[in-house]
C-alpha cells in the first residue's frame, strides 16, 4: 500500500515538474526575451489557460502526501518552513502577474506585472531545484547535536543558510553550494523546457531564436550534468546503489539522455512539438532517476542517532490508504478526462487567444 | 461559491430565452468571478501548506484522517474548476453556448465540492468521528463513511452555502442598485437588483432557518459550553433562558452589561420548550472555556443579527418588486447598495464564531490547540512569514477592490 501511494506522489510531483515547469520557463522567456508587446502576448497566450491547472498538481501533490505521508508532510514543511513560505509568496506574485497584467491599460501597470511575473518565475526554478537538493543531501533529522536530539526523531528545523554554505556542515542551511547547483540546474532546463513550449505552442518571432537558445543551453546543461553527477559521492556515498540492486531502474537515466541529447537537434525538427517532449522526458526521467537512487528514504537523516525518513515510517495507516485508493482511482480517471479535454479545446497554436483581456 | 451560481443561472436564462442580455450579464459576473478565482487560488494554496508548516503536529497526528478529506478536495474539486474555467474563460467562441454552459456548469460544481469537503474536514475537527487513537497519540480513520455522515458536515455545510448565495445576492443587488441610482446600464441594473432580491430573499431565510438553526442545536449538543459563551449566558437560568439581543459581556463580574434581552426566547429556539434549561457557563470547567468569550459572543450576535437584518430588507425589497415599485424606491435602492460589505462582515464573523467557539481544542475535546503548533517553528519565523502574508493580502485587498470598481465603472457591454 505504501509502495502504491508512493508511485502516486512521485507520478504527481514529476507531472507538476513537467506541466508547471513549462510555466516557470515561459515566465523566464517573458523575463528576457520579451521585449516586443506581441511577443509577450504570445507567451502568456501559451500558457494562459493552463498554467492555473498546471499548478493544481503541486495542490493535488500536497494533499495526497498529507494523507498518505503524514509525518514527513509535517516534519518537512516545518522543517523548511522559511522556503516553503517563500515559495508561496513567488507563487502568489506569478498569479497575479498574470491574471492582473490585462486588467488595465497603463504602460507603469504592465511594466510592474510583467516583472512580477517574469522574476517570479525565475526565483521559483531556482527554489525549486534548490528545494530538490535539500531533499537529496537530507537533514539532520532531530536536530541531533553531540549525539542528542533536541526534538523528536522526525522533526528538524533549516536556516537559509550557513556562512560556509557547506552541505556537510553540522548545521546545515537550505542554500549550500550543492543544493545551488540544482537551483541552476532547474534554472537551466525549465528556461529550455519555456522555451519549448513557447515554440510549440505560438508562431511567435521569437521562435528561431529560442530554437538557438535551447541548442546552447543543452550544452551547458550537459556540463551542469557531468559536474553534478562527479559531485554527488559528497552528498550520497552510494548514489547508484539502488541501479545496481534493479538494474531496471537504469530506464530512467537513460530517459533522460534522451531528452537530453534529443534537444541537439532542436534546430532541425520537423514539428514544433518534438522539443517540448524531449525536454519534458529529460525532466520526467531525471526526476524519476533522483527519486530511485534514494528510495525507500524520501528524506535521509544525516546523523547517525534517527533513521531517514522512508515511505514505511512516514505512511498513515493501512486502512485509510486502502479506501483511499479506491477514490484516487475515480478521481484520476476524471483528471485524465479533463486533461484531454483541455487540451484537445486549446490545441495546436495560441496566438490569438486573447488571454488576460479584459 | 455563490457567484458560480448565479453566472450560470444567467447563461442557463440565455439558453432559453435567447436574449444577449443574459448573456452580457454572465460575462459581466465571469470577470469578477475571474477575479475572485485568482484571489482564491493564491489564499488557497497558503491554506494548505499552512497545515504542515504550522501546524506540523496535528498534521502527523490527524494527517491519516483530515489528509483524506484534503487530498479529495485537490483530486475532485480543484482540477475540475481549473481545467474548466480556463475552458470558461476563453472557450466561448471554441466552444459555442451550450458546451459554454456545460463548463461553467462545471466550475460551480467543482466550487461547491470545495466547500463540500473543506467543511467536512472542518466537522471533524468540531465534531471527531470515525476515527481511533493510538498509543503514540495518533489518530487513525476507522470508517470513511462516518467522515461524510458527521451529523455536523449536512447543517454546517448548507449554512455555509447559503452563506455564499446570500453574499453574491446582495452583491448582485448592490451593484443592480448602484447603476440603477446613476442612471447607468439601467437595464442591467433592473436585471441585477431584480435577480439579487429574488435569490437574497429565498437564501436569507434559509441561512437563519432552518440551516443557522440547525447549525446552532448542533453547538448545543456537542459543545455546550461553546454555546453558553456564544449566548453570554454566565449563570443556568431557572424556568427558561432568555435571548439576548444587545449586551455587553463582563468577564470580571461574570455578566452582561446594558442588557436587552426577550425572557425564555432561547429557551423557546433551543428545544422547542419555553421552560427548558440551557446550560450557563458556570456548569462547567473554567480551563474548557473558549479562550476568548467575548469575541466570541460579539462575532455571534454580530451574524445573527446581521443576518436577521438581511431578511427583513429581502422582504421589504421583494414586497416592493410585487407591487413594481422597487426599481423607483430610492432609499431601498441606496439601502441595498451600502449593504454590500455585510455579508461579508456576517460571513467572517460565522467563522469567528466557529474558530473561537472551538478553543482550546483543535480537534475539540481530544487534541488542545497548544498541542498541534509546528515543535520546531519559532515564534520570530511565524512573526516574520506572519508579517509578509499581511502586508501581501494588504495588497491584494487593495489592488482587488481597485480592479472591481474598474469593472463595474465600466459596466457590462450592452446588446448589440
Ligand atoms: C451571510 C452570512 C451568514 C448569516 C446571515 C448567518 N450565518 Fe451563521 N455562519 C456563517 C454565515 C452566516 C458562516 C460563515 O458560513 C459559518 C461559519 C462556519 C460555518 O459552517 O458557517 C457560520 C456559522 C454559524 C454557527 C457556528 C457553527 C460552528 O460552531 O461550527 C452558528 C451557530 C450559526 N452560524 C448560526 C446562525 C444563525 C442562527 C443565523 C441566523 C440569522 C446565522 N447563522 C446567519
Ligand atoms: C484549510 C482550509 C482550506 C484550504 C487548505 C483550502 C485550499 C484551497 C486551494 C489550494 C485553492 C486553490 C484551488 C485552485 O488552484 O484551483 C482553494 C480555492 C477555493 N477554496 Fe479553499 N481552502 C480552504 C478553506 C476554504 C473554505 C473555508 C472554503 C469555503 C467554505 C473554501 C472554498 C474554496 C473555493 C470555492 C475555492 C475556489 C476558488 C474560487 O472559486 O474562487 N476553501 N482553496
Ligand atoms: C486546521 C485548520 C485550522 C486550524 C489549526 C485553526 C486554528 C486556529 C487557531 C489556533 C485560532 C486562534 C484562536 C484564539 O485566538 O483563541 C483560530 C482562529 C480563527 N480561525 Fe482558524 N483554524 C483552522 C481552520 C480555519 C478555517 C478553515 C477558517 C475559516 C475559513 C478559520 C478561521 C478562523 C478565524 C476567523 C479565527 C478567529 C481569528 C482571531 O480571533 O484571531 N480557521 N484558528
Known sequence: MELFWYVVLMFMLAMYVVLDGYDFGAGIIHLFFGKKEEDKKAIVNAIGPFWDANEVWIIAAGGVLFFAFPTLYASSFSGFYLPLIMILWLLIFRAIGLELRGQVHNPIWEKIWDKAFGVASLLLALFFGIALGNVVRGVNLGMVENGVSAYEAHYFFLPLWNPTFNPMAQHQGIIDWFTILLGIIAVVILTMHGANWVIFKTNSSLNERLKKLVFRLNFVLLGLIVISVSVWHIIDPYPFWNFIEEPWLFIFPLIMLTGLFGMFKVRTFKKDIYGFLFSSLFLFGGFASTAASIFPELLPSTNEVNPSLTIYNVAADEYGLGVGVSWFIVAAILVVVYFVIQHKVFKGKMDDIGYGEH | ?416
Open chain 2, 1 to 416: 461559491m455563490g457567484l458560480s451560481l448565479m453566472i450560470v443561472w444567467f447563461k442557463w436564462k440565455f439558453l432559453r430565452s435567447n436574449d444577449e442580455k443574459y448573456n452580457d450579464a454572465a460575462k459581466f459576473w465571469m470577470k469578477i468571478f475571474a477575479l475572485n478565482f485568482a484571489m482564491g487560488v493564491v489564499t488557497g494554496i497558503p491554506m494548505e501548506f499552512q497545515f504542515g508548516t504550522n501546524w506540523a503536529k496535528f498534521s502527523e497526528l490527524t494527517g491519516g484522517i483530515i489528509g483524506q478529506t484534503l487530498a479529495m478536495e485537490g483530486m475532485f474539486s480543484f482540477f475540475l474548476e481549473s481545467s474548466f474555467l480556463g475552458l470558461f474563460l476563453f472557450g466561448e467562441k471554441l466552444l459555442g453556448h451550450k458546451l459554454h454552459f456545460v463548463t461553467g456548469f462545471l466550475v460551480f460544481l467543482g466550487s461547491w465540492a470545495s466547500g463540500f469537503l473543506i467543511i467536512a474536514t472542518h466537522s471533524w475537527m468540531q465534531y471527531p468521528v470515525g476515527y481511533e487513537i493510538l498509543d503514540n497519540g495518533k489518530f487513525v480513520l476507522t470508517n470513511f463513511g462516518a467522515l461524510f455522515s458527521n451529523p455536523w458536515l449536512w447543517p454546517s455545510f448548507l449554512h455555509n452555502q447559503m452563506a455564499s448565495i446570500v453574499t453574491s445576492s446582495f452583491v448582485v443587488a448592490a451593484f443592480g442598485a448602484f447603476y440603477l441610482l446613476n442612471n447607468k446600464h439601467k437595464e442591467f441594473g433592473k436585471l441585477f437588483v431584480k435577480t439579487g432580491v429574488v435569490f437574497g430573499v429565498i437564501s436569507s431565510i434559509l441561512v437563519a432557518f432552518p440551516t443557522g438553526d440547525l447549525t446552532a442545536k448542533n453547538v448545543v449538543k456537542h459543545q455546550p459550553v461553546t454555546f453558553a459563551a456564544m449566548e453570554g449566558i454566565f449563570e443556568t437560568e431557572e424556568g427558561g433562558s432568555e435571548i439576548v439581543l444587545i449586551g455587553q459581556p463582563n468577564i470580571q463580574d461574570k455578566k452582561l452589561d446594558n442588557k436587552i434581552a426577550v425572557p425564555n426566547f432561547l429557551s423557546f429556539l433551543t428545544y422547542q420548550q419555553w421552560d427548558a434549561e440551557v446550560k450557563g457557563l458556570n456548569e462547567f470547567n473554567q480551563e474548557d472555556y473558549p479562550t476568548n468569550i467575548p469575541g466570541l459572543y460579539y462575532g455571534y450576535h454580530i451574524m445573527v443579527g446581521l443576518g436577521t437584518i438581511f431578511i427583513g430588507l429581502m422582504l421589504l425589497a421583494s414586497f416592493l418588486m410585487w407591487r413594481k415599485k422597487l426599481f423607483k424606491t430610492q432609499w431601498v435602492l441606496w439601502i441595498l447598495m451600502f449593504m454590500l460589505p455585510f455579508p461579508y462582515i456576517a460571513n467572517t464573523m460565522g467563522w469567528y464564531t466557529a474558530e473561537l467557539g472551538r478553543q482550546p481544542w483543535l480537534v475539540y475535546n481530544l487534541l488542545r490547540t497548544t498541542e498541534g503548533a509546528s515543535p520546531t517553528v519559532s515564534s520570530g519565523n511565524t512573526l516574520f512569514t506572519l508579517l509578509g502574508f499581511v502586508g501581501l493580502y494588504l495588497l491584494l485587498g487593495m489592488l482587488f477592490l481597485i480592479l472591481v470598481g474598474k469593472i463595474v465603472n465600466k459596466g457590462p457591454h450592452p446588446a448589440k
